[in-house]
Nanobody, 114 residues
């Protein structure tokens, strides 16, 4: 299973970005898709996750600003990020859980200027 993330970039504080992550390979369904981020000097943290049935989880720091969604037919997950803050600056990684296996995509850099 390969995960291809895209959509990062440079944005001013208060702006918006939309990240996408498409899964490919021999996979019938993906149990959980999600996004993590890692800021310089910090540990990787979970940002948001979504199950096949649509159950959602958000980190407290992004609730009300970020929205995760997924398209099961195309095995794609999206992260709509609104009201971006400088502290959201990080490398964002998509992740997937299939059964007992976890998969990571390559990171995409999000930089929020003040």
């Amino acid at each position: 299973v390969q995960l291809q993330a895209s959509g990062g970039g440079l944005v001013q504080a208060g702006g918006s970005l939309r990240l996408s992550c498409a899964a490919s390979g021999s996979v019938f369904s993906i149990d959980v898709m999600g996004w993590y981020r890692q800021a310089p000097g910090k540990q990787r943290e979970l940002v948001a996750g979504i199950t096949t049935s649509g159950d959602l989880h958000y980190a407290d720091s992004v609730k009300g600003r970020f929205t995760i969604s997924r398209d099961n037919a195309t095995k794609t997950t999206y992260l709509q990020m609104n009201g971006l803050k400088p502290e959201d600056t990080a490398v964002y990684y998509c992740a997937a859980v299939i059964g007992n296996s976890g998969y990571w995509g390559q990171g995409t850099l999000v930089t929020v200027s003040s």
